[in-house]
Structures are given as C-alpha cells and as structure tokens.
C-alpha cells in the first residue's frame, strides 16, 4: 500500500513551483502530493479503514433489498442522520416504490428509525419517510445542511434528486430535513444543458463550498462508455454552470479511467477546502460468484454478474482558468475491499455512503451498503483515527519529507502523528530555498514520540513561530518508525 513520489509536478492541480502555497491556518493532510516536494526514506502511505459491524439492516417492508444512495449527515448538535433510498423489489430507476428513509444516531453506532407519520406506506403512517411519490427524485436524493452564510431558515436543507427520464436534477429545500418541497418546478439542471449520452443515474452530490464561496455538485455522467464524474457551480443552487469533465491524475501523470458508479465528493470535515472523495468503483462484467454460490446467499438473479469496491480521490477548489478540475488519484488501490464471504462480491454491494463524519474526539467513520440485492442488506460503519485517510510514513532505516514552499498564518505548529516505542518525528522550518532558519532547524526540534491527534512542536527556543508567518518557508519532517497525518499552524 506504500507509493514512491515522483518529483513531477501535477501541472493541472498544483501552483507553479516560484509561488508559495498559502495555506494560512488552515489544517492540511497528508492524503496526496499537493504539499510535498521531495521523500527521503519516506513514501505516502493509505490507510485501511477498520470494520465496525452493521449500523442497520434495511428491514423495514418499504426498504429491503434495494436500497442505497445513503447520506449520512452530522447535524447541528452534532448528531448524525442517515437518509437512504427505500426499495424493496427490481424495478425501474424512478419507480414508484422507491422511497427516501432516514435513520438517526446520537454517537454513529446505534440507529433508530423515527416513525415521522409523514407519507402513508404499505397501508400505514408509522414509517421513516421523507419523500414518496415525487417523480424520480427519491432513487437518488442526496440532500446536505447548508451552511452558507445567512441562508434562511426554510433552506437550512438541501437536496438534489432525479433522473435523466424524469426531466434531470431538482433542487429541493428544507427547514428541518424532514419536509421537503421543490424550490421551483423544472429541474435545475436537465439533459440540453449536459452534452453527453446519459447522466444522472446514481447519487449526485452538491454542498455550499466554504472555500469557494458558492455551491459545487459532483455529478455522473457517461463519455465515451465509461462512467465519468462533471462538476458545476451555482450561487443560488438554481443556476448551474455548464458541466466540466473532470480528469484523474497521479504522481506518474494520467490516471487510468475506470468505471466510478458514485463518487461521493465532500469537504473534509476537520479541512473544508479539502474535497475527499470515496468512490465506488465498479467493475462491469467482472464476475466473482457462479450460479451456485448465488443461489446460495439468495441474491436477486440479476445482481451477480459484476463487482465492485471503494476507492479514495481528493480535489481541491478550482482557482481560475488556469487550475483545471481534477481529481488526485495519488492511490490506485482499493481502499475499502469487499468483506470476507460471496455476499460482498454481487453487482453494486460495497458504494460508499457520502460524507465522512466524527464519530469520537479521535475517530471518524464512513459507512457502505453492503449485501445489495440480498434479504441480508444493510449499511455497514468503518472508522479511521481523525485525518487517517493517508500519512507520511517511514520505516525503522527512518527518512524525511520536504514540502513545497509554503506561507503560514499562526502561532504554533500542531502535528497529527504516531511513532512506535523506538520511533521518532522533528519538524525543521527552513527558508524556501532549503536553508535551515536559526532556531528552527531539524537539530533544533524536541524529539516527538508518541500518538497525538495535536500536538504542539517545540524547539530549543520554545514553541512560538510567529515571527516565520507570513514568509515562504518549507517544513522539513524527520522520522523514525512514524506517520505523519496533517499538521496545522494555529493561533
């Protein structure tokens, strides 16, 4: 899982090498190359997200089999919501038995389904719905809490929901996530506007981008018959920009195009200009199971003939003409495989839900449909220490990191980090062209040993940076036995 860094620049995402990157106090990870200039005895490394069981099954009667596209939405008192399509048979996309459920958690372990009584079901009201019988909107709908700056209070929701039969994507609003209502009648972006053979057919994503100021959406759509992901812009979430195709690279240059079924693009919770995304990575025609072993685990007939995993991309916000949109694929890897047994390797199991959330004051968890098309489907949770996407890691010989030069606002320098018994990490802050700065060097720096989700670096004259703010300066990471997840300058 370990991947060497080249020393190519990645032209269509990263500043030109005579401009510093001004990262003010903001907290950056090691999830890709965007910082990094040089690795000595270091390389990056992906992290593997650990099991943590069923979150809930989709039992009830208007849920089953078919259900997917979930959501899970931390919400102002920090609680988290789940919403999810509710489908018990196969039947067309858009169908009138697809439903959107929603369950709730107080710490993303224990789930409940509030009975909301707002749509009548199977013949009765005590159910979980938040939408039914809107055109196609509930196959996908993929809704967030808004956050810009002085939205109202009838819009503190947000939703995109629809297919391209049924007209394309409409913008639905909320004031508490549970009652929703179309922002206006036509869909807000529809298939004249999107010149490609067919879209819209899996989870569409949107959110108010703090860093940029605006909307973005992260949407699907066929070129050249791949399954590929387009991003647009609004400043109302009514008016969309015209999509853009977005690319893949990696440190070797293009990535290789494969089938991303949803890509579940969001901003990092701890790092909101950091845009992760856990894509589903599907795999047509790839066939793991044989008839038997179908019949075995009862999956529906028609849903064993592919397979498909998780995979980890970041993208950061578009910065003029210059930057185009694109997504780091530094890891080729699957990052979250299938699970041990044939019901994990049936057509359309393991999609990621969206959006990664805290779970604990050092944990975070992402969740995964798993079992699709099987009595035995569920939403499944997978946890990580905070920023443990990826680190910086070197091995007992020990190494050092380089990154780019950089400009700071701040303080103190906080280091997210776990070294072994043996191990070890310094920081040395060094002018932009590789000098060490008085005080401030690799030899300067207290040793670090430990496991730390922030720790405050210090060197010999204390911990105080503040008079480095402002200037280009390269951080110079020395490590032992270590991993090295995000640092942060802070006030």
């Known amino acids: 899982m370990k991947l060497?860094?080249?020393?190519?620049?990645?032209a269509l995402t990263l500043p030109l090498a005579a401009d510093p990157i001004k990262i003010g106090g903001r907290r950056e990870l090691f999830a890709d190359q965007f910082l990094i200039d040089r690795l000595s005895g270091v390389s990056l490394q992906l992290h593997q997200p650990r099991d943590e069981g069923v979150a809930f099954a989709f039992d009830q009667p208007w849920e089953g089999l078919f259900s997917g596209y979930a959501t899970i939405m931390t919400l102002e008192d920090g609680s988290l919501r789940a919403y999810y399509r509710g489908k018990a048979v196969a039947s067309?996309?858009?169908?009138?038995?697809?439903?959107?459920?929603?369950?709730?958690?107080?710490?993303?372990?224990?789930?409940?389904?509030?009975?909301?009584?707002?749509?009548?079901?199977n013949g009765t009201r005590a159910n979980n719905l938040v939408l039914a019988g809107a055109n196609t909107s509930p196959h996908n709908f993929s809704p967030f809490r808004d956050t810009r700056p002085g939205v109202s209070a009838g819009e503190r929701f947000k939703a995109f929901g629809g297919t391209m039969e049924g007209g394309g994507l409409f913008a639905w609003k909320s004031a508490d996530g549970y009652r929703w209502e179309k922002m206006i009648e036509a869909p807000v972006i529809s298939k004249p506007m999107v010149p490609f053979p067919y879209m819209f057919d899996s989870q569409n994503v949107a959110f108010w981008s703090?860093?940029?100021?605006?909307?973005?959406?992260?949407?699907?759509?066929?070129?050249?018959?791949?399954?590929?992901?387009?991003r647009s812009e609004s400043r109302d979430f009514l008016s969309w920009t015209p999509p853009v195709l977005l690319g893949y690279r990696n440190p070797e240059g293009e990535a290789p195009l494969e089938h991303l079924y949803t890509n579940q693009t969001s901003p990092y919770f701890r790092a909101p200009h950091l845009y992760v995304a856990i894509a589903a990575r599907f795999m047509p025609g790839r066939q793991v199971l044989n008839d038997e072993q179908a019949k075995a685990i009862h999956v529906n007939p028609g849903y064993f003939k592919d397979t498909s995993d998780a995979i980890?991309?970041?993208?950061?916000?578009?910065?003029?003409?210059?930057?185009?949109?694109?997504?780091?694929?530094?890891?080729?890897?699957?990052?979250?495989?299938?699970?041990?047994?044939?019901?994990?390797?049936?057509?359309?199991?393991?999609?990621?839900?969206?959006?990664?959330?805290?779970?604990g004051l050092t944990e975070m968890s992402l969740y995964m449909n798993q079992d699709y098309a099987q009595p035995t489907a569920h939403l499944r949770r997978y946890?990580?220490?905070?920023?443990?996407?990826?680190?910086?890691?070197?091995?007992?010989?020990?190494?050092?990191?380089?990154?780019?030069?950089?400009?700071?606002?701040g303080k103190a320098l906080s280091l997210n980090f776990s070294t072994s018994a043996a191990g070890?990490?310094?920081?040395?802050?060094?002018?932009?062209?590789?000098?060490?700065?008085?005080?401030?060097?690799?030899?300067?720096c207290q040793m670090q040993i430990?496991?730390?989700?922030?720790?405050?670096?210090?060197?010999?004259?204390?911990?105080?940076?503040?008079?480095?703010?402002?200037?280009?300066?390269?951080?110079?990471?020395?490590?032992?036995?270590?991993?090295v997840f995000s640092f942060q300058f802070t006030r």
């Open 210 to 230: 703090e860093a940029e100021g605006k909307y973005v959406a992260y949407y699907r759509v066929f070129d050249k018959g791949i399954r590929r992901i387009v």
């Open 92 to 121: 067309r996309d858009g169908s009138e038995e697809e439903v959107t459920c929603v369950a709730e958690s107080k710490d993303g372990r224990s789930w409940i389904k509030p009975e909301l009584g707002l749509y009548q079901v």
């Open 383 to 409: 946890s990580l220490r905070v920023d443990g996407f990826a680190s910086l890691h070197s091995g007992y010989a020990g190494g050092h990191a380089i990154t780019k030069p950089l400009v700071f606002a």
């Open 450 to 483: 430990g496991n730390e989700i922030d720790r405050t670096i210090t060197w010999k004259s204390g911990a105080d940076v503040s008079s480095l703010a402002g200037k280009p300066v390269r951080l110079r990471i020395s490590m032992k036995d270590a991993d």
């Open 4 to 10: 060497p860094v080249s020393l190519l620049l990645l």
């Open 424 to 444: 070890g990490v310094k920081v040395g802050i060094e002018e932009a062209d590789g000098k060490p700065i008085r005080g401030f060097s690799v030899e300067d």
């Open 312 to 359: 980890f991309m970041t993208t950061r916000p578009v910065e003029g003409p210059e930057h185009l949109a694109v997504y780091d694929r530094t890891f080729l890897e699957g990052f979250l495989r299938g699970g041990i047994g044939a019901q994990n390797w049936v057509s359309r199991t393991n999609y990621p839900a969206l959006n990664v959330v805290p779970t």
